[in-house]
């Protein structure tokens, strides 16, 4: 308890709404994983397996055609403890009209992406308040929607597959006014990330455009800075034992589970300590103007190709018109690899 006497009660607060969030995805996931096989080999109580395995076939659509959000999880008064601990910021800089659909392309996926998580899946920072008639929801991993108990809490915050067949339902099965949040680089972009670092993956990322074109969907650049200074992360250096301990633990990571692994770490629970929590450093999302996109059934690669161009430099004057209020210095470029 002696951190506790170094820290306010609200800074407390601040700190454990940031340190529940991994535990809380581990323990919803480790509950049914484990639970489920048990209740149905080993117990008496296994009719409990059946029902949940029977109502996860029966609602196996459901996160690819919309999800189930609630307006009451979105605005638990936790997500607020967890803006203010960095403190993350959403801003504006043109008006969304919801007679269109979008796709908000994010960058940079830092290590966990907070930014994209608060002002999209949370209305912490006001979404609805800053843009609306709009409802946004946020592409992640298709898997997590595999696990029962963490499928229902992250769709009930507006959470689906980034997958085409969901991305798609939302935009053109669902009305106008929806937004799909995508954070572009992927799980790959969280190995470039460092701080004052503006490298993310996007030359031969084209697919969020071909969607777009397929759709209709306006393409609107978002970049969040100060995503990438939140964490320090090691890379050691190459032709040691350990950067090759490394490097093969990320290989062997990214093959059995999909996502790379970064050797990272931040704060602990006093500013003062070491650990793997985000240090307490803003991050600020900026959205800007969409970029009109014509509906074209079965676009080629000479209309992708100048859609992704068109986005790249939007995304470019994006970043230049803000950077150095948020933090970069004015010789500072976007790096796109």
């Not at 209305?123 to 008639?133: D, L």
């Not at 004052?196 to 996007?202: H, M």
């Not at 470019?316 to 500072?332: S, T, W």
Request: charged residues 15%.
């Amino acid at each position: 308890m002696v951190f506790l006497s170094r820290l306010d009660l609200h800074e407390c607060l601040q700190t454990l709404s940031v340190l529940q969030w991994l535990p809380v995805y581990v323990f919803l996931g480790a509950i049914p994983i484990i639970l489920i096989p048990y209740f149905l080999m080993f117990t008496k109580f296994w009719i409990l397996s059946v029902l949940a395995l029977t109502w996860l076939a029966y609602d196996w659509n459901t996160h690819s055609q919309g999800g189930r959000r609630s307006a009451w999880v979105r605005n638990w008064t936790l997500w607020k403890y967890f803006q203010n601990y960095f403190p993350i910021k959403l801003v504006k800089t043109h008006d969304i009209s919801p007679e269109q659909n979008y796709i908000i392309a994010n960058h940079p996926h830092g290590i966990v992406s907070y930014g994209v998580f608060i002002n999209f899946a949370t209305e912490a920072t006001g979404f609805s308040r800053i843009f609306p008639g709009i409802t946004p929801s946020v592409g992640t991993l298709e898997g997590i929607f595999w696990i029962p108990i963490v499928r229902e809490y992250v769709m009930s915050m507006g959470v689906c597959p980034v997958s085409e067949l969901a991305l798609k339902y939302l935009l053109t099965q669902k009305g106008s006014g929806n937004a799909v949040v995508i954070v572009v680089g992927g799980a790959a972009e969280a190995l470039l990330c460092r701080p004052g670092a503006s490298t993310i993956y996007l030359k031969e990322r084209k697919g969020f455009v071909k969607l777009a074109l397929k759709t209709g969907a306006y393409l609107v650049p978002s970049y969040s800075f100060g995503e990438n200074e939140v964490h320090n992360q090691e890379t050691f250096p190459e032709g040691t034992w350990i950067r090759f301990f490394q490097k093969t633990f990320q290989d062997t990571f990214k093959k059995i589970l999909g996502p790379n692994f970064c050797t990272f770490h931040g704060r602990g629970l006093t500013r003062e300590s070491w650990g793997f929590l985000p240090f307490n450093l803003p991050i600020t999302t900026v959205v800007g103007e969409p970029l009109p996109i014509p509906r074209i059934k079965k676009p080629n690669k000479k209309i992708v190709d100048k859609y992704h161009a068109l986005y790249i430099s939007a995304l470019r004057k994006l970043f230049d018109q803000h950077k150095v209020q948020y933090g970069f210095p004015e010789a500072q470029e976007l790096t796109i690899i």
